[in-house]
């Protein structure tokens, strides 16, 4: 299937996004989850605990090319991503609105600040300036560690990376986010780090 951005562009995925699907079936072939598949079946923990209610967004896509090889399928053959997406999850939790990505490094020692997009960063400031608990779920893949990682953070060393450096050092990532231990039931209990960026920031 093609897929075209919305200036027409055909999107491919690349190289590096490709490297990093195998290495995240290698590192967590022994449960078959990506960290996406993680959250999400978090998420439906959550939500039949009825502890909070967050879903990840639907990707907008318009379809303008389908095939009907057999009766039973329809095969789509081209697409366009119809608007720039935002962020990957969001909800409530508390009364409280929620809205986070999630993302994943190979880098052993910072975090690119080229995982984000200029949308999103933009995204998650427009919503914590209305109030919204804006954060980034942060793995770092070849040690399986896991952060919560403040909206906050990500603004400062993005609004500095022009003149700064274009990456988050781990140490900050470890001194000033939330480290996430995995779990069983929900597999990653993110609201513990989401507790604590309340009681810290006084949401």
Known sequence: MVINYPNGQP???SHSALKKTRAQNTIYGNR????????NESNKYYLEHEIAVI???????QIV???????SAAVIREAYFKQASTTDYNGVYHGKYIDFEAKETKNKVSFPLSNFHKHQVEHMRACQKQGGICFTIVRFVL???????????IFE??????????????KVIQDKGFELDYGLEP???????VDCLISNHKF
């Open 55 to 61: 879903h990840k967004k639907p990707i907008p896509i």
């Open 32 to 39: 078959g989850m990506s960290l996406e598949d993680e959250i």
């Open 157 to 170: 060393y993005w609004d500095n990376q022009e003149s700064g450096r274009k990456s988050i050092p781990k």
């Open 11 to 13: 999107f491919k995925k």
């Open 187 to 193: 597999r990653i209990p993110y609201l513990e780090g």
């Open 143 to 153: 040690s399986s560690e896991l952060f919560l990682l403040p909206a906050d953070i």
């Open 65 to 71: 090319d389908v095939s009907y090889p057999k009766r």
